[in-house]
């Protein structure tokens, strides 16, 4: 096809991504520096769909990323949110 040809601007955002125009979709929520056996991990929140991740690094920094399972606030719940890690910790006997 004639006059087809795609040549990106040099010097300019693309054109999906405006400068400085919109909020970052990654959210820290919660970070804990290296443990003994492990090493760090982090919580963040992705804010265009809400859903929450666990981020461990290993002491190598090998990342494993795991999504946590929310379930959304109901008045039976009150204002505590519960994950399936929760869950399973929960029903061990002690």
């Not at 125009?21 to 492990?38: G, S, Y």
């Not at 963040?44 to 929450?52: H, L, P």
């Not at 920094?61 to 505590?80: C, E, H, I, K």
């Amino acid at each position: 096809m004639v006059g087809c040809s795609r040549n990106p601007v040099s010097g300019l955002p693309a054109q999906s991504q405006a400068e400085g125009t919109t909020a970052p979709r990654f959210e820290v929520i919660f970070e804990h520096k290296e443990t003994r056996n492990i090493g760090g991990f982090t919580v963040i929140r992705d804010n265009r769909t809400g859903q929450e991740y666990l981020v461990v690094t290993g002491l190598n920094g090998s990342p494993a990323v795991v999504p946590l399972d929310q379930r959304p606030v109901t008045p039976n719940t009150g204002a505590m949110r519960s994950n399936f890690m929760e869950q399973e910790l929960l029903a061990v006997p002690r």
